[in-house]
């Protein structure tokens, strides 16, 4: 049987611990080439049903067959790229029936090709890249880190929150949202939710003045992070590449990518274009940077490349471009305690399987 699981399944099953803990096998597997991945691919055309919007079929896969499984992540989405206070900012649109999204992960065992299970990315997503950054802090961030900056507000900056802090006993948060009420509404109901005081900062600088950690979580297409900002012993990351400079990544003294290339493959219909700005001139960032030389954090985990070496470095870590990899990582846990808790809905594998050669 094949098992289907919601986005409330998950939030029941798995937590944010269990998923850093996986990538962190999974990142050492790697490094050792007990797995493989495709970039992941973007195809691209014009919307027939939002004016200035595009549409956008994206796909990701990876296998870990040390966990005995693969994943494909497929991702239809309408998007548009408003500008909203400073920043140009990239708009998924909820266009499917009930407003809603579209997103699934299909997860296959290695041992025998079957379908294991059907579920959406929409709680998966964020904590794969939330669980992503907090291991790279684990390696970069200097011992003892007690404060952190967040930039952002959206569900990205949430799953970044509550992430970080189970690598570092944090005691001092900031947040900043260019939305002075977003940022409010944000350190009031995080600061409940999770029984710390979250401190709301008019400005960027405010934020990450003598902060030991600066997440950056937005979903800006246009550079964010300053070259001023950095400080002895700081640790700056980011979750996509318009986020930060190539000036910025350069004045750090140890940087570290996910993967060593920057972009999707990209491929475009007639008259479908992405907006216009430094922050998505990838390719140019990737070759002021040497992204192609930079260790990975596989490297890091894996003790191939040293990250860190004293409390005074600057260090930067580039999580700009997911990984089909971590979903099969995380889907393997999550199914596992799916089946073990009897959580799910079951349809028979034979509807997604055949007889036939394909």
Same mark, same amino acid.
């Given at each position: 049987?094949?098992?289907?699981?919601?986005?409330?399944?998950?939030?029941?099953? *798995?937590?944010? !611990?269990?998923?850093?803990?996986?990538?962190?096998?999974?990142?050492?597997?790697?490094?050792?080439?007990?797995?493989?991945?495709?970039?992941?691919?973007?195809?691209?055309?014009?919307? /027939?049903?939002? @004016?200035?919007?595009?549409?956008?079929? %994206?796909?990701?896969?990876?296998?870990?067959?040390?966990?005995?499984?693969?994943?494909?992540?497929?991702?239809? /989405?309408?998007?548009?790229?408003?500008?909203?206070?400073?920043?140009?900012?990239?708009? %998924? *649109?909820?266009?499917?029936?009930?407003?809603?999204?579209?997103?699934?992960?299909?997860?296959?065992?290695?041992?025998?090709?079957? +379908?294991?299970?059907?579920?959406?990315? !929409?709680?998966?997503?964020?904590?794969?890249?939330?669980?992503?950054?907090?291991?790279?802090? %684990?390696?970069?961030?200097?011992?003892?880190?007690? #404060?952190?900056?967040?930039?952002?507000?959206?569900?990205?900056?949430?799953?970044?929150?509550?992430?970080?802090?189970?690598?570092?006993?944090?005691?001092?948060?900031?947040?900043?949202?260019?939305?002075?009420?977003?940022?409010?509404?944000?350190?009031?109901?995080?600061?409940?939710?999770?029984?710390?005081?979250?401190?709301?900062?008019? &400005?960027?600088?405010?934020?990450?003045?003598?902060? /030991?950690?600066?997440?950056?979580?937005?979903?800006? $297409?246009?550079?964010?992070?300053?070259?001023?900002?950095?400080?002895?012993?700081?640790?700056?990351?980011? $979750?996509? #590449?318009?986020?930060?400079?190539?000036?910025?990544?350069?004045?750090?003294?140890?940087?570290?990518?996910?993967? =060593?290339?920057?972009?999707?493959?990209?491929?475009?219909?007639?008259?479908?274009?992405? =907006?216009?700005?430094?922050?998505?001139?990838? /390719? #140019?960032?990737?070759?002021?940077?040497?992204?192609?030389?930079? @260790?990975?954090?596989?490297?890091?985990? #894996?003790? %191939?490349? +040293?990250?860190?070496?004293?409390?005074?470095?600057? &260090?930067?870590?580039?999580?700009?471009?997911?990984?089909?990899?971590?979903?099969?990582?995380? !889907?393997? $846990?999550?199914?596992?305690?799916?089946?073990?808790?009897? $959580?799910?809905?079951?349809?028979?594998?034979?509807?997604?399987?055949?007889?036939?050669?394909?």
């Amino acid at each position: 049987m094949t098992l289907i699981l919601n986005n409330q399944d998950i939030r029941d099953l *798995i937590t944010i !611990g269990e998923v850093i803990d996986v990538l962190e096998f999974a990142y050492k597997e790697l490094a050792k080439g007990r797995g493989a991945l495709r970039r992941r691919s973007d195809t691209i055309v014009t919307s /027939d049903t939002v @004016p200035d919007a595009i549409y956008s079929l %994206k796909s990701m896969d990876g296998v870990a067959p040390s966990l005995g499984v693969s994943a494909i992540r497929l991702n239809s /989405d309408i998007i548009t790229h408003p500008r909203v206070g400073e920043n140009i900012r990239r708009v %998924k *649109i909820p266009a499917a029936p009930g407003e809603r999204y579209t997103g699934l992960v299909l997860l296959f065992s290695t041992e025998t090709g079957e +379908p294991l299970a059907i579920f959406p990315d !929409g709680e998966i997503q964020p904590m794969r890249v939330a669980g992503t950054t907090a291991l790279a802090a %684990k390696f970069l961030a200097k011992k003892g880190s007690r #404060s952190v900056a967040l930039i952002g507000t959206g569900w990205q900056a949430q799953a970044q929150l509550r992430a970080i802090d189970t690598i570092h006993n944090i005691a001092d948060y900031r947040v900043y949202s260019t939305q002075k009420e977003n940022r409010d509404r944000f350190a009031m109901e995080w600061s409940e939710r999770l029984g710390i005081q979250i401190r709301p900062c008019d &400005t960027t600088v405010e934020a990450v003045r003598h902060a /030991d950690i600066v997440l950056l979580a937005t979903n800006s $297409i246009e550079h964010v992070a300053h070259e001023d900002w950095l400080e002895d012993g700081m640790h700056i990351s980011s $979750i996509k #590449s318009p986020e930060i400079s190539a000036e910025v990544i350069n004045k750090c003294d140890v940087a570290v990518c996910h993967v =060593p290339h920057g972009r999707p493959t990209l491929q475009f219909g007639k008259d479908a274009k992405l =907006p216009d700005t430094d922050g998505l001139d990838v /390719d #140019s960032l990737a070759r002021q940077i040497g992204l192609e030389d930079m @260790p990975t954090l596989a490297d890091i985990v #894996s003790g %191939k490349s +040293p990250g860190r070496t004293s409390d005074d470095q600057k &260090t930067c870590f580039l999580n700009i471009l997911g990984l089909g990899y971590q979903f099969a990582a995380v !889907g393997s $846990i999550l199914y596992k305690k799916a089946r073990d808790a009897g $959580i799910g809905n079951e349809i028979p594998t034979e509807w997604l399987t055949q007889v036939e050669v394909p």
